[in-house]
């Protein structure tokens, strides 16, 4: 069974940063793509970015704050967040496409407030 746990969430001051990790344990198949997802109170999922072997793409609200990147380890991937604003704070899920099927963790929070 495929489980992704995520790390690294918490409280952070305004224009600070943090940095999320995500390893998905229980295949031997290198993940087609990650990604992460947020879903602040009230508000719908959406996608913060997801990365494939040959492209990364970002959620509007956070280009040119937040860096995507696979890990060394198979089935890895992080998040780095810079500039953080309280419009972030949010749950941020990690997610893996693995042989047509799509797996979430169980999230993190990230809160962004003074």
């Known amino acids: 069974q495929v489980q992704l746990v995520e790390s690294g969430g918490g409280l952070v001051q305004p224009g600070g940063s943090l940095r999320l990790s995500c390893a998905a344990s229980?295949?031997?198949?290198?993940?087609?793509?990650m990604g992460w997802y947020r879903q602040a109170p009230g508000k719908e999922r959406e996608l913060v970015a997801f990365?494939?072997?040959?492209?990364?793409n970002y959620g509007d609200p956070v280009k040119g704050r937040f860096t995507i990147a696979r890990g060394n380890a198979k089935n890895t991937v992080y998040l780095q967040m810079n500039s953080l604003k309280p419009e972030d704070t949010a749950v941020y899920y990690c997610n893996a496409l693995m042989r047509g099927f799509y797996y979430w963790g169980q999230g993190t929070q990230v809160t962004v407030s003074s």
């Open positions: 229980g295949s031997v198949f290198e993940a087609n793509a």
């Open positions: 990365i494939t072997s040959g492209s990364t």
